[in-house]
């Protein structure tokens, strides 16, 4: 099995852009899609970004993801923040042995 | 509208037994794999277990291997997760969730339910 790792915290103001970092421990990241998920307080998870950079309908495009793979590393862009962006974000791969590894989650403040 | 409404969940102690059910509707149930994904109070994802459209592929993480089985019924467009032995590292909220293929092994969880909570504790 292979480790997500992402920062635990991000902070930013409204109207700036943040990025978010989820770093694949073994294995190359681009060997499986990536997807990203937005977990507001006291709601279930909702995906933001599918198949690495791929937004399902009704979500901004101010979020955008992307893949590195010289820093074998994932990433969520959001743009032009806004209050209502504060939330955790998680992403996720798959292997053969384990359809859901995910990382253990990144606060995002807007402040 | 696609709706999972998870169901079962509650206070038990360790060592006994719990029955989760998801029920779908909103989509033609037998065309995907569903997963149960948990998560522990103040605490990450953690995903548990997954079954094929077909219940032919199913797994499982190390943490709950021998001890939980996911089963589903497609007639009744229900997925379960039977819980036996549990511990207090099993108290968390469980989801259900929608896989957007057939297989298990290429997983994008969406959507999810809203979750039941279990709570292991004497």
């Known amino acids: 099995n292979f480790m997500l790792t992402q920062p635990h915290s991000v902070s930013e103001s409204p109207g700036k852009t943040v990025t978010i970092s989820c770093t694949r421990g073994?294995?190359?990241?681009?060997?499986?899609?990536v997807q990203w998920y937005q977990q507001r307080p006291g709601s279930a998870p909702t995906t933001v970004i599918y198949?690495?950079?791929?937004?399902p309908s009704g979500v901004p495009d101010r979020f955008s993801g992307s893949i590195d793979s010289s820093s074998n590393s994932a990433s969520l862009t959001i743009s032009g923040l806004k209050t209502e962006d504060e939330a955790d974000y998680y992403c996720?791969?798959?292997?053969?042995?384990?359809?859901?590894?995910f990382g253990g989650g990144t606060k995002l403040t807007v402040l | 509208e696609v709706q999972l409404v998870e169901s079962g969940g509650g206070l038990v102690q360790p060592g006994r037994s719990l029955r989760l059910s998801c029920a779908a509707s909103?989509?033609?149930?037998?065309?995907?794999?569903m997963h149960w994904v948990r998560q522990a109070p103040g605490k990450g994802l953690e995903w548990v277990s997954g079954?094929?459209?077909?219940?032919?592929?199913?797994g499982y993480a190390d943490s709950v291997k021998g001890r939980f089985t996911i089963s589903r019924d497609n007639a009744k467009n229900s997925l379960y997760l039977q819980m036996n032995s549990l511990r207090a590292e099993d108290t968390a909220l469980y989801y259900c969730?929608?896989?957007?293929?057939?297989?298990?092994?290429?997983?994008?969880?969406?959507?999810w339910g809203q979750g039941t909570l279990v709570t292991v504790s004497s």
């Open positions: 969730a929608k896989a957007d293929g057939g297989s298990i092994a290429i997983a994008w969880f969406d959507p």
């Open positions: 909103g989509f033609t149930f037998d065309d995907y794999a």
């Open positions: 079954i094929s459209w077909n219940s032919g592929s199913i």
């Open positions: 073994s294995g190359n990241i681009a060997s499986s899609y």
């Open positions: 198949e690495d950079n791929q937004r």
């Open positions: 996720q791969s798959y292997d053969s042995s384990n359809p859901g590894v």
